[in-house]
């Protein structure tokens, strides 16, 4: 009978319990949303690696924020492992165009970013269940789009239905763990700020609308797929502790705006500068917890 050597023995042992393909001791996260999360990665160019684990373009990417997004700080200061991030979001984008039109046709919307993904890796991809991470911020243009329309509840609720079979697409993918981000305060940027007090209280209740909405579709999500795990982050909690000690953060006010994204709490009129994005990885890090991110940074 012949003798296996020990070492081979190992290896056998290892490739039986690694899929092909798939790194030991990487995790990754895969994302999709707008603007507040886009990088501007694709698919059809390099892949994320340890030098960069992006994959395209180099850090901090193409982003809205003046330099790393909430997801850039995920995966650079919180994250307690390797963490590759395939990331489709795409700014301006909306959960589906065809209920609310993005500003421009070619914009992917949340159920494009999500079949661009299927199809790409419907066959061997790098990840596992156990290894795979789906982020998503998106609903910010849902609800800058639409919170004057006199429909909000039945769009809402439509919204709410297209974003949750875009959850079930990505749970037969093998996703099983998932953290979602609220819609955001946009009731407090700049721009709703110089609008006036009735555009922001409308505004604001159309936001807590849409996160009603997404909540009860996200609890019956978990109804049906018992193996699924759901974060649902409340993006306000950052905003807020940003917003209301502005001084401590850099800024000389809580409404002023700087393209460095520093100096200000806000990039542009609308968009968060790094500081708000920092305290929202560190939200998102906090909700996950230690298995994914470290909360000491």
Known sequence: ????????KLLISL?????????????YLVTFGSSTTQTGFQLDK??????????????????????LNWLGYLITEFNASTIYSYNLAVGGATTDSALIPPYSNTVKSFINQVDELCEEFATNPPWTSENLLVGIWIGNNDVGNSFAEDNKDSLYLQISTKYIQQLQKLYKLGARSFVILSAGPQHWTPLMISKGPTSQAKLKSAVELYNHYLGKGLKSFLIQYKEARVWFVNSENAYSKALDNATIYGAPNSTCENPDGQSCLWWNNYHPGTAIHRLLAKEVAGAVGNLWFSQES
């Open 1 to 8: 009978m012949a003798l296996v050597h020990p070492l081979l």
């Open 15 to 27: 490739l039986m319990v690694a899929p092909l393909g798939v790194a030991r001791d990487v995790k």
């Open 46 to 67: 390099s892949r994320p690696s340890a030098s960069n684990p992006l994959g395209n373009p180099s850090l901090p990417g193409w982003t809205t924020s003046g330099g």
